[in-house]
C-alpha cells in the first residue's frame, strides 16, 4: 500500500471518528475532579494563560488545574512523556518534539506522537525584545550585541537564529549569554547582563525591563523586506505575519512583526477521545470567564485558531470543532498529512533504534540523518537537517 493510499485511508478513518465524537459534542462538559498541566515558567504569558484557564474550570466545572512551571521544552514535554500530568501550555516546542530534534533526538526521547487542542494567537507578537538603550533599532543593529540563548530550550533559541537570519546574520555576528530559563533571561535584561532576548511582547517578564533605566523596543520585521522574510521562514516555516499591537512598549501604531500559537495545548496522541473532546469543548464554552483573565488570553478564542499549523489535532478536538461549525474537508486534509509525517518520523526513530550506536553523539548525528533520509523519501519536507 502507498503512503498515499495509506494517507487516505487515515483520512477515511479520521473522519468518521471526528463525525462520530462531534454528535456528543454538545453533551455535558465532563473532566477529572483534578488535572495538571506544566507551562512555562511564573511570569510567562504561557504560565498566566494556563492560570486563568484553571480558575475559569474551577468555576465553571469544578475542575482543580494544577499549573506546574517548567524552565525549558524538556522539562515541560518531560511530564507529558511520563502521563505524569494531562497536557502542556507550550510554545513551538511541541513541534520540535514532533520532528524529534533540538534537543529531542537525544535515546529517551525521539520523534513524540503529539497532538493540539487548541492554541492561542492575536495581537500580540512573538518577537526579540531589544533594551532600549544600546541604540539597535533595526535587526541588523544586533550585529556585535549580546544576545540571550536559553539552555535546553530549542523553541526559544531557534527562534532568535531565525530572526537573526532575518537581517543577514547568525549567532556568530552576536554574543551569545545563556541562561537556565526563560524568565533568567530577561531577568538579565533587567541587570544589564545581556542586551536582547527572546518572548511574547504581553510577556509579564517584559514589564521589568521596560520599567527598568534600559528601556524595552521590539525591532520590526518589514514586510517589505522580501529576502529577509525568505530567510526567516526558511528555518522557521511556522512563522506567519502578525501586525503586533498589544504588549509591553508596543506602539498604537502597531508593528510589522510575527507570531506562531502560542500557548499552544498539547496533549499526548493517546489520550481519549472523550477527554479531549470534553478538553476542547470546556475551552471553548469557558471562554468568556478567562479571556481578560491574562493579557493576550483573548487569542484563545476560535476565531484566532490556526487550524492547518505543524502538529496535529487531536481527534477529541476535532469532534469539538466540528460541533462548533469550525472544521472543513480541507482542514482534516491537512490534518491527515501530518498525522502520517508523524508516523513515518516514529516508524522511522523506531527502525533506526534498533542497531544505533551507543555514543550519543553518533546516535545524535545518525538519526539525524536517517531521519531527512525517511522524510524526503516520503516526499516530505524535512525543514530541519
Do not use: C
Not at 533504534?353 to 538519526?367: N, Q
Request: proline share 5%.
Amino acid at each position: 500500500m502507498t503512503m498515499t493510499t495509506r494517507a487516505r485511508l487515515t483520512g477515511v478513518l479520521a473522519g468518521a471518528v471526528a463525525l462520530a465524537l462531534a454528535s456528543a459534542a454538545a453533551a455535558e462538559v465532563k473532566l477529572p475532579d483534578n488535572m495538571a498541566w506544566t507551562a512555562y515558567g511564573t511570569g510567562s504569558s504561557g504560565h498566566a494563560h494556563a492560570v486563568a484557564i484553571g480558575k475559569a474550570f474551577k468555576e465553571k466545572y469544578g475542575v482543580n488545574l494544577r499549573v506546574l512551571p517548567g524552565k525549558n521544552d524538556i522539562s515541560r514535554l518531560r511530564p507529558l512523556q511520563t502521563g505524569k500530568v494531562d497536557a502542556v501550555a507550550n510554545g513551538v516546542g511541541t513541534y520540535f518534539a514532533q520532528e524529534g530534534v533540538f534537543g529531542f533526538d537525544k535515546p529517551d526521547w525521539g520523534p513524540q506522537p503529539l497532538r493540539l487542542i487548541l492554541s492561542a494567537k492575536g495581537k500580540a507578537g512573538l518577537m526579540v525584545g531589544v533594551a532600549a538603550d544600546i541604540g539597535v533599532k533595526e535587526m541588523k543593529d544586533l550585529k556585535g550585541k549580546r544576545v540571550a540563548w536559553v539552555k535546553s530550550a530549542p523553541a526559544l533559541n531557534h527562534n532568535v537564529t531565525a530572526m537573526l537570519a532575518f537581517a543577514g546574520l547568525t549567532w556568530d555576528d552576536v554574543e551569545k549569554v545563556e541562561f537556565a530559563g526563560f524568565g533568567a533571561s530577561w531577568e538579565g535584561m533587567t541587570n544589564n547582563q545581556v542586551d536582547a532576548a527572546f518572548a511574547i511582547t504581553v510577556s509579564g517578564s517584559t514589564k521589568a525591563v521596560a520599567a527598568s533605566p534600559r528601556g524595552l523596543l521590539w525591532p520590526a520585521l518589514p514586510y517589505g523586506d522580501t529576502e529577509g522574510w525568505k530567510r526567516m521562514t526558511a528555518l522557521a516555516p511556522y512563522f506567519t505575519k502578525n501586525m503586533v499591537s498589544s504588549g509591553t512598549n508596543v506602539p498604537k501604531s502597531g508593528i510589522e512583526g510575527m507570531a506562531y500559537p502560542y500557548p499552544i495545548l498539547t496533549v499526548r496522541a493517546d489520550m481519549s477521545a472523550d477527554t479531549a473532546r470534553n478538553l476542547t469543548t470546556a475551552l471553548i464554552e469557558s471562554y468568556d470567564l478567562y479571556k481578560d483573565g491574562a493579557p493576550g488570553a483573548a487569542g484563545w478564542a476560535l476565531d484566532n485558531q490556526t487550524y492547518e499549523w505543524a502538529v496535529p489535532y487531536h481527534d477529541g478536538a476535532i469532534a469539538a470543532l466540528h460541533a462548533a461549525g469550525r472544521w472543513t474537508d480541507a482542514m482534516q486534509a491537512h490534518n491527515d498529512a501530518l498525522v502520517a509525517r508523524q508516523k513515518v518520523l516514529i516508524d522511522t526513530w523506531t527502525a533506526y533504534t534498533k542497531g544505533a550506536p551507543s555514543d550519543e553523539a553518533a546516535f545524535v548525528a545518525g538519526w539525524g540523518k536517517a531521519r531527512v533520509a525517511a522524510l524526503e523519501a516520503a516526499g516530505m519536507d524535512p525543514v530541519i537537517r
